[in-house]
């Protein structure tokens, strides 16, 4: 069955640090893939999505994922982190034609002042 | 700009109690889904909807059951409220299958308390 795995839990880092969030997918064939992030008491926002092309996509607020089908990953990174970016992050994954999103458990991420 | 909305941000019920949580999208999507979230368990698709009057089971459907009478509203029924379904509902959208992407677009949610 296709799974989505978010190694880490929780991260700290300090702000104005670098930034990256683990997610590796399983499925066959290049999935959908997408970040979403979730700021405390609120919905999901999507930062950015891979569906083919270039490898390394860039989302909203300075995010980027770089999709890796040799590891089955595809990791969210930021090079400068801001206070701001303290929220739970989620991984997900779409088979091509489906409707079901799946869902990784989640990173939360804290900033450090 | 796309938007969900969702009828309550805070619900507390009692125990047994009939729960009804709305969700409206106004982007003429076709499908619409209810997920819960849960700490360390991320969002569990309960159920969807790919058409009016379709739905379909998703993870954990038990428990729960849907409404789709119109196109932009999705509803979820908690027959008889029980302490374990305390939890963040999320209410979300995607345009159709196989046309253009299949991203999905949320709302803000509903923290049920189930006393």
């Known amino acids: 069955a296709q799974s989505v795995t978010q190694p880490d839990i929780h991260i700290t880092v300090s702000e104005g640090a670098s930034l990256e969030l683990r997610c590796n997918y399983s499925?066959?064939?290049?999935?959908?893939l997408f970040w979403y992030v979730q700021s405390p008491g609120q919905g999901l926002q999507l930062l950015l999505k891979y569906f083919s092309g270039d490898t390394l996509v860039q989302g909203i607020k300075g995010f980027e994922a770089e999709f890796k089908r040799s590891q089955s990953s595809f990791n969210l990174r930021k090079p400068s982190v801001h206070w701001s970016d303290a929220a739970e992050y989620f991984c997900a994954s779409l088979m091509d034609s489906s409707y079901k999103l799946i869902f990784g458990s989640g990173t939360r991420l804290l900033v450090r002042p | 700009d796309v938007k969900v909305t969702q009828s309550s941000r805070y619900l507390v019920k009692r125990t047994g109690e009939k729960v009804f949580l709305e969700c409206v999208q106004d982007?003429?999507?076709?499908?619409m889904f209810w997920y819960r979230q849960d700490p360390g368990l991320g969002l569990r698709l309960i159920y969807f909807s790919y058409d009016v009057k379709m739905k379909e089971k998703g993870d954990i459907p038990e428990g729960y059951s849907v409404s789709r009478e119109k196109k932009e509203r999705f509803s979820l029924i908690l027959e008889s409220a029980s302490t374990n379904q305390t939890s963040m509902y999320l209410c979300?959208?995607?345009?159709?299958?196989?046309?253009?992407?299949?991203?999905?677009?949320f709302g803000p949610g509903t923290r049920l308390t189930v006393l």
């Open positions: 979300a959208s995607s345009p159709q299958a196989g046309v253009g992407y299949n991203e999905q677009f």
């Open positions: 982007m003429d999507h076709e499908n």
């Open positions: 499925y066959g064939a290049t999935p959908y």
